[in-house]
């Protein structure tokens, strides 16, 4: 079955608000942790009627993991869709990357501890980062066709430079490391991709 059949529609803007909750519930106590009884307490909404909007306790958590990383990753387009030059739209997308709020590094730092045991939500883990790595393609992709961009590297192997950078900020902010140093991990970051695809900055 797929995710998409999967996602119950009912509830409408009281489930999106539900679904606010969850993130709140599963980042205070966990993935495994999080309960139909526990969102109730937190939302105000009946078990029963949690029961009606999303059928199983995981279906629950995965839409709310998923809404979630939808809403960042339209975040990210906003913040480069306001920029005209190839270069500048993938250093807005970069820079968002390294805002990214630290409850949301929570967040998926339980989702994905949760999915290194459990072959189901690495398939959602799997979907989820796909929809994350989709505006870096992007940008990289429109900017090599303008002309903007040149390199000798795939853009799918661009973006593995990007995302995993980005992804290794996640334990250290969620456990309040002091280093890596942001403003650091981003002038190389963005001198690294400079210098590969050939852009005077």
Partial sequence: MTEERKVRRAGGRRRQDVLKHVVEVLI???????????????SGVAVSTLQ??????EDMLVEALRTSTEAEVAAMRVQAGERDDPWDRLV????????????????????WSAAARDEELRGHSH?????????????????IRAGAFRTRFDVEVLVDLIVTTLDG??????L???RPSDDGLRELLLEQLATTLEVER
């Fill in 52 to 57: 009606v909007y999303f059928g199983s306790r």
């Fill in 28 to 42: 205070e106590r966990g993935f495994h942790q999080t309960r139909f009884k526990d969102v109730a307490a937190a």
């Fill in 92 to 111: 807005g997308l970069v820079d968002r990357g390294f805002a990214t709020p630290v409850p949301v590094w929570r967040m998926l730092m339980e989702f």
């Fill in 127 to 143: 979907r989820l980062q796909a929809l994350y790595r989709a505006p870096f393609v992007s940008a990289l992709g429109e900017g």
């Fill in 176 to 178: 309040g490391q002091p």
């Fill in 169 to 174: 900020l996640l334990y250290p902010r969620v």
